[in-house]
């Protein structure tokens, strides 16, 4: 069955205090690994995809990386701004015929000023 | 670019009555929804996939009568839960994708907090 496991269920760190979110994923054939950021009562915002492993992308403080078992998302220096549910998600080859995403159940970031 | 538009953002009703939400593409042209359920401290359950001018395609154990899916146009989707009840009280998040295949991002919608009393 495909899975995916997030951790640590929840972070906390001092502004400047840089760390590592991880995303263990099981799945018949990867298509793409997503990264989104879920502010409380939002919906997620897209930050990456990851299509195979030894790719890595970067958006400001955040990078993120992949290999055949999981994904890093890296936070460096992260400020108070950065508090949020990160969430990992993987799409999987079904057949091939769909795109549907495979969601775990986050990691909570709060930084502290 | 790439803004979906959920409506409305906060819903509070009877038990029997049945909701309607609306997902909207605001600039672009979504393919394929998404209709996901998220209780608290949770996963994104994915309750189906809808494709434009297509019957939706239900997950496991999801009632398709009880959650109407309604696909029209290239921007726009409804989900209707019929005759509510307590127990489908919970945060309903849509998506929308470009693609109906292959590997681009879903965009999601702020969700609607649907409180059934």
């Known amino acids: 069955e495909d899975q995916v496991t997030q951790s640590p269920e929840a972070l906390r760190l001092q502004e400047g205090e840089s760390s590592s979110l991880n995303c263990s994923y099981t799945v018949s054939g990867l298509r793409g690994l997503f990264w989104y950021r879920q502010d409380p009562g939002k919906g997620p915002e897209f930050l990456f995809t990851l299509y195979s492993a030894g790719e890595e992308k970067e958006k400001e403080r955040l990078k993120a990386t992949l290999t055949k078992k999981e994904s890093f998302l890296h936070i460096t220096a992260p400020k108070p701004e950065d508090s949020a549910t990160y969430l990992c998600?993987?799409?999987?080859?079904?057949?091939?015929?769909?795109?549907?995403?495979?969601f775990g159940t986050g990691t909570l970031l709060a930084v502290q000023p | 670019g790439a803004v979906v538009s959920q409506h409305p953002s906060r819903v509070i009703c009877k038990s029997g009555t049945s909701v309607k939400i609306e997902c909207r593409s605001l600039d672009f042209q979504a393919t394929t929804m998404f209709w996901y359920r998220q209780f608290p401290k949770q996963s994104l359950m994915l309750m189906a996939t809808?494709?434009?001018?297509?019957?939706?395609?239900?997950e496991q154990g999801v009632e398709k009568d009880k959650f109407l899916i309604n696909h029209a146009s290239l921007t726009l989707s409804t989900l209707t839960v019929t005759s509510a009840h307590p127990e489908d009280s919970s945060f309903y998040i849509c998506s929308a994708s470009r693609s109906r295949r292959g590997n681009q991002p879903q965009h999601f919608g702020d969700g609607t907090r649907l409180s059934i009393l």
């Open positions: 809808s494709n434009e001018g297509s019957k939706a395609t239900y």
């Open positions: 998600a993987v799409q999987a080859l079904y057949g091939g015929a769909t795109n549907k995403l495979i």
